[in-house]
């Protein structure tokens, strides 16, 4: 049997590379120790579980151009509601219809802002009245329901956090931990021997780029020191009394 061409697979792989590029070359982009192995870790975890998350019979389309920048502040509406304009177009571009996500700020919280169940379910409630509208919408326009579906797929299955997780840089560790992680072990979220095992699997030389990546932290920091401190004044060092 021939394989799919995967572009499913190869759009999810670009973000998660990526993600990569950005740790390697983003000279803050990691903390201390214990950030390096969780971001190595969180990464490496996302490759391995991919395959659970991306669906055969979607593998090859269809694509949607995607406003990936929508947000309630791009939104202009008039005041009964109806939308008038959205801004901020320059971050469309064509996705796989799972990565084609429901907006998570339909309750008025970040992408990594749902800390606990009673969060998550606030959002489900919304969501599923959102779907129904969308669904509508479809059913009115096309005569068929094409992505209401997938998305409600996306949300039952966890893949809305998956993807999530490889498309948005400054949530990725805490909505893998939160939210994709339990769904194969719900102990390891908490266990700090994950990421000490795992993030090992990121890559060849793992730790040599976390030693790397904390020597550009420290330049890094040296260079704004420079920038922001006046030629008069003297640069203050220790711990602030």
Known sequence: MDEPSQFTKKSTSISSFT?????????????????????????????ATMHHFVRPE?????FYLTLTDVHQGNIFVDEDWNIQ?????EWAHSLPAEMQLPPYWLTSRAVDGFHDA??????????????????AEEMRRFGELRQGPVQRHVWRTGAFWYFAAVSVPKGMYNIFNRHVQPLFNEDHADQGIFDEVFFWYWGLGAQSVID???KDKERYLDRVREVFTAPDDPVETGTPK
């Open 19 to 47: 993600r990569d590029k950005k740790l390697l070359h983003q000279p803050n982009a990691i903390h201390d120790q214990d950030d390096g192995e969780r971001q190595l870790a969180a990464l490496a975890a996302l490759r």
């Open 58 to 62: 979607l593998r090859d389309g269809p």
């Open 85 to 89: 304009a959205v801004i901020d177009l």
């Open 118 to 135: 009673k969060a998550t379910a606030e959002y489900e409630s919304a969501l599923d009245e959102y779907l129904e509208i969308y669904e």
């Open 212 to 214: 790397a990546k904390l």
